[in-house]
């Protein structure tokens, strides 16, 4: 009986652990699915899964395709690598035909093992080209045509109306600007990132965000719809008024390449068909905050239809296009939000809400008041030590976001282009009683994926890492910072020498770290 149960154990086993064998988590330039992949010769990476240990790669083989019919049948590949011989699984580089901008591809892995097995070829992913020659671009700079206010600097609006005339497959923007940017298409946001489009040395690299935007068109009439804010880009950086340190200018460069299901393509882009005026936004900047006057909103100018005769047209602009990069570092994200967990009143009488929590970000309120009535928030760390409201180690920093209601029911206000490092907010001016759930702290930062997560027994230690983690959280905010809440927050590569070990062990920073603001 032992002589035939054994064998049939044996087989079980092995039948087992090869049907657990697998191919999995695969990333593109150390992304899932990747949109605008900015590299000729991507890197490829892999995890091998198994039940048992001891299991290696001893082979690996890739197909790459321009659909999921060919890919599995294994024709009309761009590339099939073969067989290799190789324990390699992390940044395998591509080696087939030259991948085309815009094009979206599929790919597989197989892979064989020490203990004789070979997987499945995993269930297909994909990645997208960016574009990756100038001349991909048939997009113009545009600036406003207006005379700016060259002290408060408001937000330029940007509108373009167009058709879509035929049943649409799919659709890429490809955007980037001098300054931060946000854009809406048909009324609704264009992606999830935040304070685009990064910071970088911008004479030298100037990175463009590639959004899918299939979803918010519409076959008929579109509306395009950007604001623009100073950013890095030309805002107050560092100390004695020092501004305008990549340019005065403001700009726009926009391109949305439509395919439509009969296969044809079109492009609608940035040129001097535009229209600019400017809007609620009355002022913003990184180090002072934001001013937003919901009197001067221009009711309906991200939908069609809206009656845009009066505004400016926009000026055409030759800059260079040559220093455009697509992004591979992840964008600046929401994350999580928080309540107050106290409404106080200071020994100055000061009106404060305590979100109980350190973090980089900032605060969505609702109001309702009439029309003037202005609600000044301000941002602050700590209380001194007797209970106020303390701003002093921010230095110059004004740190505020005023919000001018518009007077019509309740209303919702937060920031667009600049954040906060806070626990604690001062509220002046809020019309009528300061409840707690009009008020929710959100945490902006770049968005990596968490290593993993640690508790022990002993409490101190369990905070000392929440700390740390918040730390991190707090200033990888495109670029490592040293602080955010002062007149600095710079990328002074020494404080990120120190942390980068810590950094990657709590976080995935390899992206993160690929860009920095001098390199």
Same mark, same amino acid.
């Given at each position: ?31 899932s ?9 991507p890197s490829l ?28 049948k ?5 590339w099939?690598?073969?067989k ?7 940044h395998?580089?591509?080696?087939g035909?030259?991948?085309?901008s815009?094009?979206? &591809?599929?790919?597989? %892995?197989?892979v ?14 994909t ?6 020659? %100038? ?6 700079w545009?600036?406003p ?9 408001p ?5 373009? /109306? ?8 799919s659709?890429t923007?490809?955007?980037t600007a001098?300054?931060m ?20 040395? &911008? !004479?030298?690299?100037?990175?463009y965000?590639?959004y ?22 030309r ?5 004695n ?8 200018d403001?700009?726009?460069?926009f391109?949305?390449d ?20 400017? =809007?609620s936004i009355?002022y913003? /900047?990184?180090?002072? =905050? /934001?001013?937003?006057?919901?009197r001067k909103?221009?009711?309906g100018?991200?939908?069609?239809? &809206?009656?845009? *005769? ?9 800059y260079?296009k040559?220093?455009? #990069? ?7 994200r ?8 106290k ?9 404060v809400?305590d ?7 900032w605060?969505?309120?609702?109001a309702?008041?009439?029309? =003037?009535?202005t ?11 007797? =209970?106020?409201?303390?701003t ?5 920093? *004004?740190?505020?976001? %005023?919000? #001018?209601? *518009?007077?019509?029911?309740?209303e919702?206000? /937060? ?5 906060f ?10 019309p ?13 930062y ?15 230690i369990?905070?000392?890492? !929440? ?13 490592p ?24 062990f ?5 992206n ?8």
């Open positions: 009986m032992k002589k035939i149960i054994l064998p049939l154990v044996v087989s079980l086993a092995w039948h087992i652990s090869f049907a657990q064998l697998q191919v999995d988590n695969l990333l593109c330039e150390n992304l699915n990747p949109i605008g992949v900015g590299s000729s010769q990476s892999w995890q091998l899964r198994a039940s048992n240990r001891n299991v290696l790669q001893t082979a690996y083989e890739i197909r790459i395709g321009r659909d999921v019919s060919s890919l599995t294994g024709s009309s590949l761009v099939g690598s073969g290799i011989d190789s324990d390699s699984s992390v395998v580089a591509y080696k035909s030259p991948l085309q815009g094009t979206k &591809y599929f790919w597989q %892995v197989r064989w093992t020490n203990s004789g097995e070979t997987s499945k070829w995993n269930e297909p992913v990645f997208q080209m960016g574009l990756l020659h %100038v001349e991909d671009w048939k997009a113009n545009i600036e045509g207006f005379v700016e206010d060259t002290l408060n600097r937000t330029p609006l940007f509108r373009k /109306e167009f058709k879509a005339g035929k049943k649409i497959q659709a923007a490809y955007i001098h300054g940017y946000e854009g809406f298409i048909n009324g609704k946001r264009i992606g999830d990132s935040y304070l685009t489009p990064g910071w970088t040395s &911008y !004479h030298k690299r100037l990175q965000q590639t899918s935007v299939t979803d918010l068109l519409n076959q008929g009439s579109n509306i395009i719809a950007m604001g623009l804010g100073s950013g890095w880009y805002g107050h950086l560092a100390w008024g020092n501004k305008n340190v990549w340019g005065k403001i700009a726009m460069l391109q949305l439509i395919v439509y299901a009969d296969g044809s393509k079109e492009s609608v882009v940035s040129d001097g068909s535009w229209k600019t005026t400017t =809007g009355t913003s /900047e990184i180090y002072d =905050g /934001e001013i937003i006057d919901a909103q221009r009711t100018w991200r939908t069609p239809g &809206y009656d845009d *005769r009066n505004w400016s047209d926009v000026v055409v602009k030759d260079d040559a220093n455009l #990069i697509a992004t591979q570092n992840e964008s600046v929401k994350h999580e939000t928080f309540v107050p967990i409404v106080l009143t200071t020994p100055k009488g000061e009106k809400i979100f109980g929590q350190n973090l980089v970000g605060v969505m309120i609702k309702k008041g009439n029309a =003037g009535d609600i000044r928030i301000s941002h602050a760390e700590v209380l001194d030590k007797d =209970g106020n409201f303390y002093e180690n921010l230095r110059a920093a *004004r740190a505020q976001a %005023v919000y #001018i209601l *518009r007077g019509e029911g309740e919702f206000f /937060e920031p667009h282009f600049t954040f490092g806070f626990r604690y907010i001062k509220i002046e001016g809020y009528g009683e300061i409840k707690p759930e009009n008020f929710t702290a959100v945490a902006l770049s968005d990596m994926e968490p290593t993993g997560s640690f508790t022990c027994s002993d409490s101190l369990n905070q000392l890492q !929440h700390n740390i983690q918040w730390g991190q959280k707090g200033n990888f905010l495109d670029v910072t040293d602080c955010p809440q002062r007149d600095e927050r710079l990328g002074w590569t020494g404080d990120a020498q120190v942390f980068s070990r810590t950094a990657s709590n976080m995935n920073v390899n993160f770290f690929i860009f920095s603001p001098s390199g």
